[in-house]
Nanobody, 120 residues
Framework: QVQLVESGGGSVQPGGSLRLSCVASGSISSINAMAWYRQAPGKQRELVALISSGGVTQYGNSVKGRFTISGDTDKNTMYLQMNSLEPGDTAVYYC??????????????WGQGTQVTVAS
């Protein structure tokens, strides 16, 4: 089992920035990729960004050019730098971990989520 703990959420004004962190522990050897998802009230959970151990990154269309995903393997930590935040980015952000291959990504491990609120 893999445990995931997020931090860094909070409230920010439009145009501001936040950095989320996710620390993984447990059966780390069973995963080779991590991702951020988010879920806004009344909406489905959506992929925000993904990073694999091989350096592959993917972003949701709505965050391209504004968000950057990165990882520190020595610290088993993944980050999401969020710039130029918009009210539409308001959601609970979830850390996710799993396996990435030529067939796609399967993330079976979830964190508890951290709230991000963008409002003036």
């Amino acid at each position: 089992q893999v445990q995931l703990v997020e931090s860094g959420g909070g409230s920010v004004q439009p145009g501001g920035s936040l950095r989320l962190s996710c620390v993984a522990s447990g059966s780390i050897s069973s995963i080779n990729a991590m991702a951020w998802y988010r879920q806004a009230p009344g909406k489905q959970r959506e992929l925000v960004a993904l990073i694999s151990s091989g350096g592959v990154t993917q972003y949701g269309n709505s965050v391209k050019g504004r968000f950057t995903i990165s990882g520190d393997t020595d610290k088993n930590t993944m980050y999401l730098q969020m710039n130029s935040l918009e009210p539409g980015d308001t959601a609970v952000y979830y850390c996710n971990a799993g396996t990435y291959s030529e067939y796609g990504y399967y993330g079976g491990h979830w964190g508890q989520g951290t709230q991000v609120t963008v409002a003036s």
